[in-house]
T-cell receptor, first 113, second 114 residues
C-alpha cells in the first residue's frame, strides 16, 4: 500500500528552465512533508520541508507547494542547474519530529546543459 | 562534523544466513533509524532507536532487530535471510527534540541474498 506516490519516474529539463516534481499522498493524517535528493552512491540528503499548516515554503531556488485538499505537493526548482540532476524523493510523516517517514518511489531529474 | 557512515558497503549472503550491518551516527545525534530500499522503490522505515531502546517500528518481522550503543552507533541484524531481503539498507541519524524530521542518511549497505 503505497501511501506516497511519485507517478513520474523521470523528468528532463533544459538548464535555466523550471523543474516541477510532483507527489501525491493518500493518508490524510500526514502533516509534515519533505523532499530529499539522492546522488548515485550517496545517501539521500534533505532538501526542503513543509508543515501542513502552510501551503508554500521557499529556500533559494527551491519552493515546495502543498495542496491539502488535493493531497498533492510539488517541488519547483528555478532556475534548474546541471548539478540538480539526481533522484528526488518525496516523504511524509504523521507528526513533526517523527522519524517514521513514508517515501515515494522517486523521480529522476536530468537537467540538460 | 562527521556524517553518517555505514559498513560494509556491499555484501553477499545466502538464504537462511544472518547478517549484521553497522552504522556510526553523525556527531551530536542521539537517534538512529534504519530504512530498507528495494530496487526501484523508496526507502521503507524499519525501526528507530533512541536512548538504546527501540521506540518505533515499521511493518517488518521480528527477524529484523537492532541495537544502539552508548556512543550512538548502531547495528541492524537480520536473521534467516530471504531472497526479498536483497536491498540497500540505509541508516539515518537525527537529534531528538529538534521538532524536525530532518534525517541525515548514510550511503547505505547493499545486501544481496542468493
Amino acid at each position: 500500500d503505497q501511501q506516497v506516490k511519485q507517478n513520474s519516474p523521470s523528468l528532463s529539463v533544459q538548464e535555466g528552465r523550471i523543474s516541477i516534481l510532483n507527489c501525491d499522498y493518500t493518508n490524510s493524517m500526514f502533516d509534515y512533508f519533505l523532499w530529499y535528493k539522492k546522488y548515485p552512491a550517496e545517501g539521500p540528503t534533505f532538501l526542503i520541508s513543509i508543515s501542513s499548516i502552510k501551503d508554500k515554503n521557499e529556500d533559494g531556488r527551491f519552493t515546495v507547494f502543498l495542496n491539502k485538499s488535493a493531497k498533492h505537493l510539488s517541488l519547483h526548482i528555478v532556475p534548474s542547474q546541471p548539478g540538480d540532476s539526481a533522484v528526488y524523493f518525496c516523504a511524509a510523516s504523521h507528526q513533526t519530529g517523527a522519524n517514521n517517514l513514508f517515501f515515494g518511489t522517486g523521480t529522476r531529474l536530468t537537467v540538460i546543459p | 562534523e562527521t556524517g553518517v557512515t555505514q559498513s560494509p558497503t556491499h555484501l553477499i549472503k545466502t538464504r537462511g544466513q544472518q547478517v549484521t550491518l553497522r552504522c556510526s551516527s553523525q556527531s551530536g545525534h542521539n537517534t538512529v533509524s534504519w530504512y530498507q530500499q528495494a530496487l526501484g522503490q523508496g526507502p521503507q522505515f524499519i525501526f528507530q532507536y533512541y536512548r538504546e531502546e527501540e521506540n518505533g517500528r515499521g511493518n517488518f518481522p521480528p527477524r529484523f532487530s537492532g541495537l544502539q550503543f552508548p556512543n550512538y552507533s548502531s547495528e541492524l541484524n537480520v536473521n534467516a535471510l530471504e531472497l526479498d531481503d536483497s536491498a540497500l539498507y540505509l541508516c539515518a541519524s537525527s537529534f531528538e527534540g529538534t521538532g524536525a524530521n530532518v534525517l541525515t542518511f548514510g550511503a547505505g549497505s547493499r545486501l544481496t541474498v542468493l
